[in-house]
Nanobody, 126 residues
Framework: QVQLVQSGGGLVQAGGSLRLSCAASGRDFSMYTMGWFRQAPGKERECVAAINWRGDNTYYADSVKGRFTISRDNAKNTVYLQMNSLKPEDAAVYYC???????????????????WGQGTQVTVSS
């Protein structure tokens, strides 16, 4: 198991930027594919971005392509989500998650991730 602790988030105006961080402790972080998910009220939890264990392959939801960037630093056991050009529809609780396995293609299904951060609220004002 890996324990995930998130930081970042908060309130931002539309068009602004935020960076989320997720620090891991426990088992070898580099064994994990990492993902960022979000859940808005009344909606399903969705994967917005994921990154493979080496950081050389990523997945992005269509709704965030070109605006969000996922990255990881295995030396610091941390994964990041840089969010630019934020829109009101990006408002949600954001979660980082870990999927044990050194897969080249990161998976985007929430049920494939076993380890979850505590969640952090992102609010975007129009």
């Amino acid at each position: 198991q890996v324990q995930l602790v998130q930081s970042g988030g908060g309130l931002v105006q539309a068009g602004g930027s935020l960076r989320l961080s997720c620090a891991a402790s426990g088992r070898d972080f580099s064994m994990y594919t990492m993902g960022w998910f979000r859940q808005a009220p009344g909606k399903e939890r969705e994967c917005v971005a994921a990154i493979n264990w080496r950081g050389d392959n990523t997945y992005y939801a269509d709704s965030v392509k070109g605006r969000f960037t996922i990255s990881r630093d295995n030396a610091k056991n941390t994964v990041y989500l840089q969010m630019n050009s934020l829109k009101p529809e990006d408002a949600a609780v954001y979660y980082c998650a870990g999927d044990l396995g050194r897969r080249y293609y990161p998976r985007s299904g929430q049920y494939e991730y076993d380890n979850w951060g505590q969640g952090t609220q992102v609010t975007v004002s129009s």
